[in-house]
């Protein structure tokens, strides 16, 4: 291990000596523990990395000179659309995924690397459960829709087939998530085939350019963003993984997503018979001030440009046929080629600019009392997952309906939208849809039938609760067998047990 003068020589080239002001006060195993964390720090990295924070922070936020006029939007050449195409083309994407996926060129790639702060809980999102009848979290959602997923490749192609999940997590969420894992047995997943890493962490900057200390023996660090997956995927040899897998093809996604349809065979079909090296499901945006992201061109190049840089009267113009004319909303939820994500490693990484986050960040001060801020005093570096955009050589985008694929949970349920309430209600309706597009019924206690759905973004409770689980069905497929011409009344689990004890 380095000594406390070999590290403090280092830090003092940085210009961040000050980090170990209160090494004298501590214990001999605490300051061994800050030192073991300071060492790594290389001097001219860390000198940068806190100068471009500081420099960063001091620009006012402006959207870039002139990007209005360098705006396009997505060709139609580009464009996929899994509402807008006919029945025979989507049933080709479709098969064109369960082949790839039976032949195991497929994998899924979580990003998982955040905490559930704005939920208002300390561990991971993933763990997190909006109310479900069942009382499924993130995780098990997600973990039965690979199981489905496999079930139906092979099915359909008379083999075993196996999807890996590769899960990126923070030093923050790797131990909960791991051992939630482990206590939940895989969710019936192969432990084999599923694969946690950690992305690396970056110290948080004060407004001034010093790293911040959180506590007298622990420096304020922050997950690189979730554009940090392509040095973790570098660091931690999964691509090397990936590559003796056969893995082909990866769909990677944010944890935080309740209705993401892993692996996606409609989606990977799409972009494999494209030719694509990369790719981005949208949703069409609600309205245009709307704040998420626009996948579009710039200056030629496939981009999404945040919300806040595009202009009111920009983000207000329309196409001939009334929908917004930069009306591609980025929902994080990619195609990449293995190859592709191979050359972003080794060529294109460094070449990545970091976003400014700037947040509430826990300190001590110079009497080293430690100080919760009430307001923002921290800057968090960080980079994009779509940041390679622009580096792909064949970049396509898909369409698909918000109802039915995208519904994100980041706030608590104060918040009047993304919270768990607005979660479970588009889960719930979203299987409702099903149930009724299958043929069943929905009856109160003397019979009478209750109203149909509202409008699918309508946002209210559903008229009545019903909940498929993915091991049943993954995006409302094979339920008419159990379904039409039968009454039911709420609620309705529909699981592997009960399709297996409830036959008509």
């Known amino acids: ?67 209005a006029a360098r705006l396009r939007p997505l060709p139609p050449e580009r464009l996929g659309s899994a509402a807008r195409s006919d029945p025979a083309t989507r049933r080709l994407w479709e098969e064109e995924g ?20 704005r939920l208002g809980v300390a561990y991971p999102k993933g763990m997190y459960q909006v109310g479900l009848p069942s009382g499924k979290t993130l995780y098990q959602l997600q973990a039965e829709r690979i199981r489905r997923v496999e079930q139906l490749a092979g099915g359909r192609h008379g083999t075993r ?18 051992q939630f894992f482990e206590e939940h047995g895989f969710f019936g997943l192969d432990p084999g085939n599923v694969v946690m890493f950690e992305q690396r962490m970056l110290p948080a900057v004060a407004f001034d350019g010093r790293a911040i200390l959180e506590r007298k023996d622990k420096v304020a660090m922050a997950p690189d963003g979730n554009g940090g997956l392509y040095c973790a995927l570098a660091d931690h040899g999964i691509l090397e993984d990936m590559e003796q897998r056969g893995v082909e093809f990866v769909h990677v996604y944010c944890v935080d997503n309740i209705l993401v349809r892993l692996a996606d065979p409609v989606f990977i079909g799409f972009c494999v018979l494209r030719g694509a090296d990369c790719g981005a499901k949208v949703v069409e945006k609600a309205y245009p001030e709307e704040p998420v992201g626009v ?20 983000a207000s113009l329309r196409t001939p046929g009334g929908g917004l004319l930069y009306g591609a909303g980025n929902i994080c939820n990619h195609f990449f080629t293995r190859s592709f994500l191979q050359a972003v490693t080794r060529e294109f990484e460094p070449l990545l600019q970091p976003h400014v986050a700037v947040k509430k960040v826990p300190y001590v001060d110079e009497q080293g009392n430690q100080v919760q801020p009430l307001e923002p005093n ?31 949970l980041k706030n608590a349920d104060a918040a009047d ?10 889960l719930l309706a979203q299987h409702l849809r099903w149930a009724l597009q299958a043929g069943a019924r929905f009856v109160d206690a003397h ?40 009454e039911f009344q709420s609620p309705l689990i529909l699981d592997e047990h009960w399709i297996g004890a409830s036959q008509p």
């Open 161 to 178: 087939c196996t999807v890996p999940w590769y899960i990126m997590t923070s030093e923050f969420t790797l131990g909960p998530t791991a």
């Open 447 to 486: 019979g009478a039938p209750l109203p149909g759905l509202a409008s699918p973004l309508s946002g209210g409770e559903p008229p009545a609760v019903c909940e498929i689980s993915p091991l049943v069905s993954y995006a409302g497929e094979g339920l008419e067998v159990h379904l039409r011409g039968r």
């Open 378 to 408: 921290g800057i968090k570096m960080e980079k994009f997952v779509f940041d390679v955009f622009p580096f792909a050589e064949n970049f396509v985008a898909f369409e698909v309906l918000r109802e039915e694929e995208f519904s994100p």
């Open 1 to 67: 291990m380095a000594s406390e003068a070999a590290v403090r020589a280092r830090l003092r080239r940085a210009g961040q000596e000050h980090l170990l002001r209160f090494s004298a006060e501590l214990a001999p195993g605490a300051r061994a523990a800050l030192l073991a964390a300071l060492a790594p720090l290389e001097p001219g990295a860390l000198r940068e990395h806190c100068g471009r924070a500081a420099a960063a922070r001091a620009r006012p936020p402006a959207p870039p000179p002139g990007l």
């Open 295 to 314: 996948v579009c061109l710039v200056d030629g190049a496939p981009q999404v440009v945040e919300y806040s840089e595009i202009s009111p009267e920009t």
């Open 417 to 426: 939208r993304d919270n768990p309430t607005t979660a479970r209600r588009a």
């Open 98 to 117: 369960l082949r790839q996926i039976a032949l195991n060129k497929v994998a899924v790639l979580l990003l998982a690397g955040g905490q559930g702060t």
